[in-house]
């Protein structure tokens, strides 16, 4: 079993529909990352958080540690939105990040 | 800023040939990063510099993979021999402080090896 798993693998959706994108991991953390990785391979970071929530634009991410579970939402989605969300998660006392498998959403017009 | 700077964008090489990927990390930057990306496996961390100091290499695939860092503004990571399952998309990142988390990545190296 793969220490981070996101859900689902792959997600289609029309253009406006609210996305989620889940995120479980089984390792303690010192905080989770949320990445997009468009069609040209770039890979960009969106989020970092520790605890509770953090918004940019239409993007909002949460964290329950107790839990072990993170989640990625898209309001009003766009197909620019259209790309690969790589949840990753930094291993508590080191520095490296453990990946998961990512999510690739396409948003249709 | 220029970003995290790879090169070159692209190789294709032949089995057995040497390997030689470039990155120069983010000025100021205190932290390196390789990681290699494949359809199989997804994103893996391969090894990561502190202060030019390789921290943890666990994630290097076998002998075949060596990474140095010569000083602040310059990294390699060589393949010799390369074989064909080393295809993959190698991406370097920086980070600005061993406490910071956030990583910033370059637009990474894609590798073929025929």
């Known amino acids: 079993k793969n220490e981070v798993e996101q859900s689902p693998q792959n997600l289609t959706a029309q253009e406006g529909e609210f996305i989620t994108i889940n995120c479980s991991y089984s390792v303690g953390i010192s905080a989770l990352h949320w990445l997009q990785q468009h069609p040209g391979g770039g890979i960009v970071s969106l989020f970092m958080l520790s605890s509770g929530k953090k918004k940019h634009g239409r993007l909002i991410a949460t964290i329950n540690i107790q839990e072990k579970h993170s989640s990625l939402h898209i309001t009003a989605s766009h197909p620019r939105d259209s790309a690969v969300y790589i949840c990753?998660?930094?291993?508590?006392?080191?520095?490296?990040?453990?990946f998961g498998q990512g999510t690739r959403l396409t948003i249709n017009p | 800023d220029a970003g995290v700077i790879q090169s070159p964008r692209h190789e294709v090489t032949e089995m057995g040939q040497e390997v030689t990927l470039r990155c120069k990390p983010i000025s100021g930057h205190n932290s390196l990063f390789w990681y290699r990306q494949t359809m199989m496996r997804g994103l893996e961390l391969l090894i990561y510099f502190n202060n030019n100091v390789p921290i943890d290499d666990s994630g290097m695939p076998e002998d075949r993979f060596s990474a140095k860092m010569p000083n602040a503004s310059f990294s390699t990571l060589k393949i010799q021999p390369s074989e064909p399952r080393d295809s993959a998309v190698y991406f370097c990142?920086?980070?600005?402080?061993?406490?910071?988390?956030?990583?910033?990545f370059g637009p990474g190296t894609r590798l073929t090896v025929t």
């Open positions: 990753a998660v930094r291993v508590q006392g080191a520095q490296k990040l453990v």
């Open positions: 990142a920086s980070s600005p402080t061993r406490l910071s988390y956030e990583q910033y």
